[in-house]
């Protein structure tokens, strides 16, 4: 017997470290990308619109795909599909350190968008299904955690790092992680998994859902590209919202199993909006990483590794903050927590809306410090009531549909600050060879400010909604222990 518990206490220690490490790898990535654009720019050359395709290419990817992977994991086991996506995300950033072109990088991008959908649908339902529910906010904390120094080390390491070996070199780092990952998944880790034959994946749900998440999301993106019309903008939008009523449709009338239980979303109001408070939070807050290294680069002429370590004070903060108060969710109504973090990140966003070219450094820091203690109060306890509010049979479909509304939310923040961005400028943001820009500073700052100022309303309505959200009750909290 005691045999077993300390078996037990094994595998939820090494299933911690492995979706650890994911979730530190792929945040990572992300950041450091972020703060890499104008240095791709310089190398391969490309206006704005084409460089933000770098992070929504794999944003688009990642969303279309994460419902379909956090079902997988429950039909096939998340262990595997863990294992599988951290191996194609490592793959994928083997082939971007290598492309020549924007265009090459943006198709890798894509690989490596599918890769993490994989490992971000099942990190959570592989934590939760490893750890009691008494555990469950600790555990989550702590994942929330990596994510967060991820964040945090991608600006400082992701800044040496292009300043003396160049931007392939972040691409270049997820591989020893990723193969180590897999690889310690794979030989170290077991789950219990009892269901697996009995479950089976809706594919026509699947397909529609992933075509219409992608056109939506496209069409968003491409609107303000001069290689499509607005007609194809249209038609894409179009397509998007005809496959998401048929997918409806299916999972309501004849999926057997369906891919999204649609009652979650009419019949559970906690989980319901606790998952439109992610995406209007992630819609707020996202695009102001991309902002933020485009003014501490272009406006105040600052170079890569400078701006990673202003930028690393939010994260810095997120990381601390988010294990606290994963822990504190599990005594205190998440409600009340989140809430006070959104508050608290739409001050600061507002603060930063005021941002000029004479704007301090110390200030910045300090903004970017509340702001990432406003974020780290709200995302553990969030995800804990998702979590908390879905049965046992359910748990990858939860996490996959959270997972879906985060990364559904960065998309449209990526897409609404550079549309905001290229409508306040006069001419289309070039980056060619080692030349400058060839937009006003002025301009470029008031297209920043503004977009800013959208996020700080976006914030202020999730805030709202989360409040709205009803209680989490002790009575709620044993059911879905009993069901854990």
């Known amino acids: 017997m005691k045999e077993s518990f300390k078996l037990e206490d094994k595998n939820r220690l090494l299933v911690l470290i492995v979706t650890t490490l994911g979730a530190f790898m792929t945040p990572f990535d992300t950041s450091a990308v972020n703060l890499a654009i104008p240095s791709i720019g310089f190398d391969l050359g490309g206006e704005l619109v084409l460089l933000s395709w770098i992070p929504v290419a794999y944003l688009l990817a990642l969303?279309?795909?994460?419902?379909?992977?956090?079902?997988?994991?429950?039909?096939?086991?998340?262990?595997?599909?863990?294992?599988?996506?951290?191996?194609?995300?490592?793959?994928?950033?083997?082939?971007?350190?290598l492309c020549n072109s924007l265009y090459q990088l943006i198709t890798a991008r894509v690989g490596q968008g599918i890769g993490a959908s994989m490992m971000s649908g099942n990190s959570v339902a592989f934590v939760t299904s490893a750890f009691p529910s008494s555990q469950r906010g600790k555990a989550v904390g702590i994942i929330t955690a990596a994510t967060y120094t991820g964040l945090s080390i991608g600006p400082v390491l992701g800044g040496f790092l292009i300043s003396e070996f160049g931007w392939r070199s972040?691409?270049?780092?997820?591989?020893?992680?990723?193969?180590?990952?897999?690889?310690?998944?794979?030989?170290?880790?077991?789950?219990?998994?009892?269901?697996?034959?009995?479950?089976?994946?809706?594919?026509?749900?699947?397909?529609?859902?992933?075509?219409?998440?992608?056109?939506?999301l496209a069409s968003i993106s491409l609107s303000r590209m001069a290689i499509i019309s607005r007609q194809h903008v249209l038609g894409l939008t179009s397509i998007g919202v005809l496959f998401l009523l048929l997918f409806i449709l299916v999972e309501k009338r004849f999926a057997k199993e369906p891919l999204v239980d649609v009652r979650l979303f009419t019949k559970n109001r906690l989980f319901a909006f606790s998952n439109l408070t992610a995406v209007l939070h992630y819609a707020g807050s996202y695009g102001i990483g991309f902002l933020m290294s485009l003014h501490l680069q272009l406006?105040?002429?600052?170079?890569?590794?400078?701006?990673?370590?202003?930028?690393?004070?939010?994260?810095?903060?997120?990381?601390?903050?988010?294990?606290?108060?994963?822990?504190?969710?599990?005594?205190?109504?998440?409600?009340?927590?989140?809430?006070?973090?959104?508050?608290i990140m739409t001050a600061a966003i507002l603060v930063l809306s005021g941002v000029s070219n004479e704007t301090t450094t110390h200030t910045i820091v300090l903004t970017l410090i509340v702001l990432g203690f406003g974020y780290g109060l709200f995302s553990s306890p969030n995800t804990n009531a998702v979590m908390g509010s879905v049965p046992k049979e359910s748990l990858g479909v939860g996490s996959g549909m959270l997972a879906t509304m985060r990364f559904l939310g960065q998309s449209l923040s990526l897409a609404l600050v550079t549309f905001v961005l290229t409508s306040s400028v006069s001419a289309d943001i070039l980056i060619v060879g080692k030349e400058q820009l060839n937009v006003s500073v002025d301009e470029l700052l008031f297209g920043v400010r503004a977009a800013l100022q959208i996020c700080a309303v976006i914030s202020?309505?999730?805030?709202?909604v989360s409040m709205a959200r009803g209680k989490m009750l002790r009575v709620d909290l044993s059911r879905a222990s009993s069901l854990s």
């Open 63 to 97: 969303t279309a795909f994460l419902v379909v992977s956090g079902r997988l994991g429950d039909v096939r086991g998340r262990r595997p599909l863990y294992v599988v996506g951290t191996l194609i995300f490592t793959f994928a950033s083997a082939l971007s350190s």
């Open 170 to 216: 972040i691409f270049y780092l997820n591989v020893p992680i990723g193969l180590t990952t897999a690889l310690l998944c794979h030989f170290k880790t077991y789950e219990r998994f009892q269901d697996r034959d009995r479950a089976s994946l809706d594919v026509l749900g699947a397909l529609s859902l992933i075509i219409s998440l992608s056109s939506i």
């Open 299 to 343: 406006i105040l002429r600052l170079g890569p590794y400078q701006a990673g370590l202003i930028m690393l004070s939010q994260p810095f903060l997120m990381a601390v903050v988010s294990p606290l108060s994963g822990y504190l969710s599990d005594r205190v109504e998440p409600r009340l927590i989140s809430s006070i973090g959104l508050v």
């Open 460 to 464: 202020a309505a999730a805030a709202m």
